[in-house]
């Protein structure tokens, strides 16, 4: 994926549906399309359909030269459009990188660290992504620190890496956050470790909501703290995510109170599921 970032402000992919199409209406495809790629990641189907319509417009301002519209189309290709358009992303990656272009250098960089519509060169993805994210491109840092992780750069450097993780956390990459989270914590920086999966899991990161539940279950960065770890594993529900509700029912039947039990429910916006535990942990008592 080219990662394409999300607009600024929040919402739902009905919100991104109509910041879409109030930028069509004047003509700002560009932000237009931005905003329906933002739905398209929440899951709209209909926000993905926008996408291809717009994709006309688009290129015709791409070839009239404007360089931001390239980098976006480019983006659009790599991710919407079947294989055989592919060649046509390439031209207009190219061109935009060439005009120091960050979003184009990180799709550029993209297309050669997987091989897609180009061969495979991962020396050309590293030096793409250098140079996006020392022009402030936070996924082009995020795929720069996973080269890093895979030892895919010509020099591997943990800190370099650490250093690329946090910066593309500042951008707004969430999944950075975890992977930061993981990092520490395989060194056993524990509470450094829980900062970031609770940075991630605030902002609906599953892995990271079932992290923070283990982190506060177990006492790992942190004093042991049952509510807390409750209050993710039952949010992790929200996700469609069932891994942690085995975890919050052994804690329930461990001797939690009811009111523990309680407000991690209203911590998690689940108070149905904090009374179906308290249920099962009177049953368990006997």
Sequence with gaps: MSDTPAPSGGGSAT?????????????????????????????????????????PPLK?????????????????????????????????????????????????????????GVETDVRQAEALFTAAAKAGDAYAAFNLAGMHITGDTQVRDHNQCLR??????????????????????AVDKDAEALNWYLHAAQRGHAGSMFAAGCSYRDG???????????RWFL???????????HEAIRLAKQGMSEEQIRTAGQLAGRPSEAEMLISMARQHGG
Excluded at 178 to 183: I, Y
């Design 15 to 55: 919100d991104f549906i109509e910041r879409g199409q109030q930028a069509a209406a004047k003509g700002d495809w560009k932000t237009a399309v931005t905003a329906w790629i933002t739905g398209s990641n929440a899951g709209s189907l209909e926000s993905a359909n926008l996408v291809l319509t717009a994709a």
């Design 60 to 116: 015709a301002q791409a070839d009239e030269g404007d360089v931001d519209a390239q980098a976006l189309l480019a983006g659009v290709m790599l991710d919407f459009f079947h294989e055989s358009a592919l060649p046509t992303a390439l031209t207009y990656a190219t061109a935009a990188a060439r005009a120091g272009h960050p979003a184009a250098q990180r799709t550029l960089g993209v297309m050669y660290r997987t091989g897609r």
């Design 164 to 185: 690329l993780l946090r910066q593309a956390v500042s951008g707004g990459v969430t999944e950075a956050a975890a992977v930061l989270g993981d990092l520490l914590a």
């Design 220 to 230: 790992l960065g942190t004093a042991p703290d049952p509510v807390q770890a409750v």
């Design 235 to 245: 949010a992790i529900l929200d996700k469609g995510n069932g891994d942690g509700i």
